[in-house]
Nanobody
Framework: QVQLVESGGGLVPAGGSRRLSCVASGFTFAMSGMSWVRQAPGKGQEWVSGISYGSITTTYADSVKGRFTISRDNAKSTLYLQMNDLKAEDTAVYYC?????????????WGPGTQVTVSS
C-alpha cells in the first residue's frame, strides 16, 4: 500500500532553515506529481508547494514563495522541502502528499507528518 514517511522537522529559530524529507513507497513515485501540505494548530490544511513528476514544474503558495524550495530524487523515491527564512507562521505539521495543487485532495494517503516549530 501507499506509504509516505516524513522527517526533518524540529524546533527552529525564526530566520533559520530546515530541510524536510519524505520517503515514498507503494506507488510509482517517479510518475507522480507530489506536494507538501501543512496544517497549523487550529487551522485547516494548506497546500504549500508542488512538483511535477519530471521536476519540470514547481509551484508555491504565495506565503512561502522565495523562501521554500521543493525538489525530488526519483531514484530514491524521496521528496524534499528546503525551508529558509522561517517565520513563526510556518509552524505546522508538514505532510507530503500525492498530487499537485489542483488535485492533491483526491488522494487519501497520509504519512504521520513532521512537526516544524519556529520560535520567534
Amino acid at each position: 500500500q501507499v506509504q509516505l514517511v516524513e522527517s526533518g522537522g524540529g524546533l527552529v529559530p525564526a530566520g533559520g532553515s530546515r530541510r524536510l524529507s519524505c520517503v515514498a513507497s507503494g506507488f510509482t513515485f517517479a510518475m507522480s506529481g507530489m506536494s507538501w501540505v501543512r496544517q497549523a494548530p487550529g487551522k485547516g490544511q494548506e497546500w504549500v508547494s508542488g512538483i511535477s513528476y519530471g521536476s519540470i514544474t514547481t509551484t508555491y503558495a504565495d506565503s512561502v514563495k522565495g523562501r521554500f524550495t521543493i525538489s525530488r530524487d526519483n531514484a530514491k523515491s524521496t521528496l524534499y522541502l528546503q525551508m529558509n527564512d522561517l517565520k513563526a507562521e510556518d509552524t505546522a505539521v508538514y505532510y507530503c502528499v500525492r498530487g499537485l495543487e489542483s488535485d492533491w485532495r483526491d488522494y487519501n494517503s497520509w504519512g504521520p507528518g513532521t512537526q516544524v516549530t519556529v520560535s520567534s
